[in-house]
């Protein structure tokens, strides 16, 4: 498999996380590594041979200390508690502060956020489109750790759709401009088109973030787009596989 581990500076050794990518699994087809190889999907809903996601699954489930608490992910902004949820509950976000219990986001353009404290009490993880990134999903994250015990905390950006590639419409800058006039600069007008703009997705974090009181945020610069080979786009392709971002206390 070729995993992506975070770069945090000051993240407790307590913590471990990892983001996959397309490669290095038993998915064919549109789901594949982009090479013709076995892809390493790990998406249930997306169309893919269930024992293909099974056998991936597992694959992953080796580097992890046990099953990941797997959500049934809506664009919506709540925040559940991995520790005690059961079966895949509706919700974005999870934090756990059991060491053990595996976080877990699926994306395929969407931004993950993978968040610790320093202290290395409390952990999460939250689903990023912009629906959920303008309506607080990161905010309600950032809280339900604050309410666990959470001090001082840090977050990472994992691999989205990029600044030059994530087009959107009037409707996505007034989603943000209207609750933050700082995130403005981050749409940058699209010329000859009618109330079009390419968005920063990683900066929109940013300062969502910043504005809730993180202020050590690692990551971003990927974009699942143009990367064609190494990771899964919807907007790209839209019939395509799931990664995962995860992360757990030791």
């Known amino acids: 498999m070729d995993l992506i581990v975070p770069e945090w500076t000051g993240a407790p050794a307590s913590v471990g996380a990892l983001s996959t990518t397309r490669r290095g699994g038993s998915s064919t087809g549109p789901y594949d590594d982009g090479e013709g190889g076995g892809g390493l999907n790990l998406g249930i809903h997306v169309g893919d041979d269930p024992q293909a996601v099974s056998a991936n699954r597992a694959l992953l489930g080796a580097r992890l200390p ?54 290395g009490r409390v952990v999460g993880a939250a689903h990023a489109g912009w629906r959920g990134l303008a309506g607080g999903v990161l905010e309600n994250t950032v809280a339900a750790m604050r309410d666990a015990g959470a001090s001082d905390i840090m977050a990472w950006l994992g691999p989205a759709i990029g600044p030059q590639r994530f087009e959107v419409g009037q409707d996505v800058y007034d989603a943000f401009a209207g609750k933050n006039p700082r995130t403005v600069a981050s749409f940058q007008p699209i010329a000859g088109s009618n109330g079009k703009y390419l968005a920063d997705i990683y900066e929109l974090a940013r300062l969502t973030l910043q504005r809730a009181g993180v202020l050590h945020i690692s990551g971003g610069g990927l974009c699942t787009v143009t990367e064609q080979k190494r990771f899964y786009s919807f907007r790209r392709d839209k019939i395509t596989g799931r990664m995962a971002s995860l992360i757990w206390l030791k």
């Open 66 to 119: 046990a099953e990941p608490a797997w959500l049934t992910q809506v664009h919506g902004t709540r925040v559940v508690n991995a520790n005690t949820a059961e079966g895949a509950p509706e919700a974005d976000a999870s934090i756990a502060t059991a060491p053990g219990v595996v976080c877990a986001i699926q994306t395929a353009d969407c931004l993950p956020v993978l968040f610790c404290d320093v202290a």
